[in-house]
């Protein structure tokens, strides 16, 4: 058998882990470990340089294994993996320690303790090492179709693109109409363009798109498979399904408006929402005669939605300039408690509305305004005075929120909420229209709220991110999934009831019923593994032997 | 950024500017000038033995001026491609013909002073403007002292400072004599909302400066946070509840009032003079530092690269887009993405790039047919 030849990266990560502590204490100790041969210490392992050094150290010292003992996996498995590949070394002969979020930012008071536990830490690491096996990448073919969910402008908006770049696309959408929100709106800020103008003009495009299927009056209820090969049952409502076959999906579902009954003495006729005013403007014929008083942050910013609404400012802003250029006489007032005009139209569009002459007046949470039958009172904080003012209309803001069913939707496509049930991508900063689930992506406000603008390049870029499985035609799964031994398995079921990716089924065979683990599907989390007990199920690189090891090695010292 | 660089369909040419873009979308010819970098990128491995002899030390510009670099240098540790570059202003063998050190010391001969700029020519199908932002100088804006008084700086000379691989190793030392800062004002819109300098938003700043304050904390539990701001604008995803623990698990102080005027008392300790605009007091408050979040404008350069590349700016000088086609530039295969379009955060500036690839990559793959 080939000798075991380890390689061990001590990375400072600049003052992140060297600051706390002693790293060339844990780079001479862990050069004193079993079948280590080689021991470096890198400011940054992930630089260039400290890349370099890993394949040079491969090569040279004919290294077969290769530990990095720097920050987390999420960062940089990838790249050390990959730099191992490129010098030849089989990528699974990786193993990553985490002394930084593990060891120096937890026990940053004490050195002594933390550079104990990274030595432990790194101990273990070498233990599995030794024992980890060369694995090849699997690769899964992807059926070049996308699931779009949702027939707004995001939803439409990817459909266009993704057709165009010649896939067929399926669109599902729950009402018996395309175009979402924007048939209900009036003008768009900050060109001030029509939104019928924007959605007729998607539309137009997408059916002039014959690779797009419509499913309208559909909403999924099952969702079986992965990315490649999802099998999706919609159904509508005279219960009648139907079954889509894609290799992606893209998530559009948008939002609802929240109801607006348990604020300010909303009734529909003088006291509306900023939505329903929308529909009012682009009537020709809309008198107004007296005040119209804006109530920002209604339902929004509080203990029950503490998220902003994001758009309502600017809607506000937007429609107080509608109403000053129809009828200069009409009074508007802005109620306020941050006016949210970020970027350099938005600020623009601000000013004309102070220029216009409508009345900006804050308020703040603990003195919210008081909407009787003919007047709204409201204590301005930096006025110190309090202001009386009649009106014919009360306009509230008040913000999307997520659908009632998102939660279903989410159990459904298994991907996240988070606490208001807007839907979760993989990284909020570097991954935001991505989930962690491959195959599946998120656009538009079923995200967060979001304008136009936003939901179309949210809508192209996740059409770009589809693109790239659906034209390759395959993806690679890392090879970490279960292995099941049919000789043992007697067919009980609990894996397949336990495992929360689907990706175990019973088939019959020949020797009876057996468990199949459907491998693009399997994230390799170890569900079953560990509850098989029959122990039929191995996790292929985590592996029973490779973790005793690691717990041995714990104890050892 | 390690992943572009080391990407096999990437060709990354840094140290270099556009000259030129002829030619029409699907067949665009740029003419690109390679920056001379006095070194041969195929030979050196930025080992550093020339960096430890070179005698010339500069301020340097990745650390905000605050530390200082080498006249050969690579802009910071972990920058791509990972090679070294002799800045041309300051050698003294470029300079003056003295000196030569740094030729010596590389034992792998990477070093050349004569190399000139290069002009290369490419063939490409569509271009993504992504250049981003550059911060407006503020020592014009007198009532603030920066650049006067030393105890002044601006929120991205405090990210240098809070960075544990900044000059400080991550300890809020103040410029004027290097002490610990413990009590810290951070002041909005310096420069933005502002009719005579950027009449916009810069958008980024509220939720930085919470982050600053929050960081500071972390750093030094007897930190105090006070930001000064109008509208705090925290609309994106969470920045909410952001706001809210900022408040409660930090202790920070929101003070809605734009701050008049900054002067120091004896000990250089920066004074805020401000009306709090909830309760219409006039106040001061002395604090050991004042972090400036100056307006964010388009980097420099921007417009003539904009007149090379013939498109349309706004009147802000950022790339005109608009709704319907919110990555697409007015001119027909040319796309932008991030701050040159207007002031953007990560997660958005990271959609729109992927938007950009997607149509970019769209009129590639149809011309390769």
């Known amino acids: 058998m080939e000798e075991t030849r380890i390689g061990v990266f001590v990375c400072k990560c600049g003052t992140n882990i060297a600051g706390f502590l002693d790293v060339s204490d844990i780079a001479e100790y862990s050069s004193t470990l079993p079948d280590v041969v080689f021991t470096k210490v890198n400011l940054f392992t992930c630089s260039e340089a400290g890349i370099s050094e ?88 992807v059926l070049n179709e996308a699931i779009i969910i949702g027939g707004g402008v995001a939803g439409l908006s990817s459909a266009v693109s993704l057709a165009k770049r010649g896939f067929k696309v399926h669109l599902v959408e729950r009402s018996n109409k395309l175009g979402g929100r924007l048939l209900d709106l009036n003008i768009i800020q900050p060109e001030m363009t029509s939104a019928k103008g924007i959605i007729e003009d998607i539309l137009h495009e997408a059916e ?30 005279k219960k009648e399904t139907k079954e889509i076959d894609s290799g992606v999906i893209i998530l559009a579902s948008g939002t609802r408006m929240l109801d607006p009954s348990p604020y300010y003495g909303y009734n529909g006729r003088n006291i509306i929402t900023q939505y329903e005013l929308e529909k009012l403007l682009s009537n020709e014929d809309l008198e107004i005669n007296n005040n119209v008083v804006m109530i920002q942050c209604v339902g929004s910013r509080n203990s029950e939605n503490v998220f902003c609404g994001k758009i309502c400012c600017m809607e506000a802003i937007k429609n107080s300039i509608l109403l000053k250029e129809r009828d200069d006489r009409i009074d508007v007032y802005i109620i306020y408690r941050d006016i949210q005009a970020l970027g350099h139209e938005n600020e623009r569009l601000l000013r004309k509305a102070k220029n216009l002459g409508v009345r900006f007046i804050h308020y703040s949470a603990e003195k919210p305004p008081e909407v009787t039958k003919d007047a709204v009172k409201i204590y301005s904080d930096i006025l110190n005075r309090e202001f009386n003012i009649p009106y014919s209309l ?81 993806v690679k799964v890392e090879p970490i999934n279960s292995l099941l031994d049919e000789d043992i398995c007697r067919g009980c079921g609990l894996c397949v009831s336990l495992c929360p990716y689907k990706a175990i089924e019973l088939v019959n065979t020949d020797k009876g019923k057996k468990a199949k683990i459907i491998i693009a599907a399997c994230k390799g989390c170890g569900v079953c593994g560990s509850t098989c007990y029959r122990h039929a199920i191995t996790m292929s690189h985590y592996k029973d032997e490779q973790l005793l090891a690691q717990i041995e090695a714990c104890f050892k010292e | ?278 309760t219409q007091e006039i106040r001061q408050l002395t604090v050991d530092l004042v972090v400036l979040a100056t307006a964010t404008i388009p980097s420099k350069g921007f417009q003539e690269l904009a007149r090379k590349l013939r498109i349309e700016t706004g009147k802000d000088g950022f790339v005109q887009t608009n709704s319907r086609l919110p990555v697409s530039t007015s001119r027909k295969g040319i ?35």
Not at chain 1, 106 to 111: A, I, P
Not at chain 1, 208 to 234: E, F, R
Not at chain 2, 111 to 124: F, G, L
Not at chain 2, 337 to 355: K, L, T
Request: hydrophobic content about 40%.
């Open chain 1, 54 to 141: 890993i394949k040079n150290a491969i090569v040279q010292h004919n290294l077969n294994r290769v530990v990095v003992s720097a920050c987390t996996p999420r960062t940089h498995e990838p790249t050390f993996r990959a730099a191992c590949q490129e010098a030849g070394l089989n990528p699974f002969l990786f193993e990553f320690v985490n002394i930084r979020e593990h060891v120096s930012w937890v026990h940053k008071n004490d050195r002594e303790k933390g550079t104990k536990k990274a030595r432990d830490l790194i101990r273990m690491g070498v233990a599995r090492a030794a024992l980890l096996e060369p694995k090849e990448f699997i690769e899964v073919p």
């Open chain 1, 208 to 237: 002039n798109l014959p690779l797009i299927n419509i499913y309208k009056g559909y909403k999924p209820v099952d969702l079986k498979g992965c990315i490649g090969a999802y099998k999706m049952i919609v159904e509508n409502s």
């Open chain 2, 1 to 278: 950024m390690l992943d572009v660089g080391r990407h096999p369909m990437i060709d990354i040419l840094a140290y270099s500017e556009l000259e030129s873009v002829e030619g029409e979308s699907s067949s665009f010819k740029a003419t690109i000038r390679k920056k001379s970098r006095y070194v041969n990128a195929s030979i050196c491995n930025a080992c550093g033995d020339c960096v430890a002899k070179c005698p010339v030390k500069v301020k340097n510009e990745f650390d905000m001026n605050f530390g200082v670099r080498k006249a050969i240098y690579q802009y910071f540790p972990q920058g791509i491609p990972s090679i070294m570059t002799i800045d041309g202003t300051k050698c003294l063998k470029i300079t003056q013909n003295k000196c030569g050190i740094c030729s010596k010391a590389c034992v792998k001969g990477a070093i050349d002073y004569e190399m000139k700029d290069e002009t290369v020519e490419i063939e490409v199908a569509s271009i993504i403007i992504a250049t981003g932002f550059d911060m407006l100088p503020v020592s014009h804006l007198t009532q603030y002292g920066y650049g006067k008084i030393k105890n002044v700086i601006t929120g991205l000379e405090y990210e240098r400072l809070i960075n544990a691989t900044g000059p400080t190793e991550g300890h809020l030392y103040r410029p004027s004599d290097k002490k610990l800062a413990h009590k810290v004002a951070y002041l909005q819109c310096i420069g933005s909302r502002d009719q005579n300098n950027c009449a916009y938003c810069s958008s980024v700043c509220c939720m930085y400066s919470i982050k600053d304050a929050m960081l500071a904390k972390e750093h030094d539990s007897e930190a105090e946070g006070y930001i000064f701001h109008t509208d705090f604008r925290n609309v994106g995803k969470w920045f909410q509840n952001y706001e809210k623990k900022g408040k409660n698990d930090y202790d920070i102080k929101y003070i809605r009032g734009r701050a008049a005027e900054i002067t120091e008392d004896a000990d250089n300790n920066p004074i805020v003079f401000y009306e709090d605009t909830k």
């Open chain 2, 335 to 369: 796309f932008a993405c991030g701050f040159c379009i207007a002031p953007a955060d990560i997660p958005e500036s990271v959609a729109q790039g992927a938007a950009a690839a997607g149509l970019a990559a769209q009129i590639a793959l149809s011309r390769a047919g």
């Open chain 1, 394 to 474: 009360a306009v509230l803001a008040t913000p999307q929120i997520p659908h009632s069913d998102a939660q279903e939707l989410s159990r459904i496509l298994k991907v996240p909420t988070d606490e208001n049930n807007f839907f979760l991508e993989a990284h909020m900063k570097l991954r935001p229209i991505d989930f962690a689930t491959d195959g599946i992506f998120i656009c538009g406000s079923a995200r967060w709220p979001c304008t136009v603008n936003e939901a179309i390049y949210q809508a192209e870029a996740c059409a770009a991110r589809a693109s790239i499985p659906l034209g390759n035609g395959k």
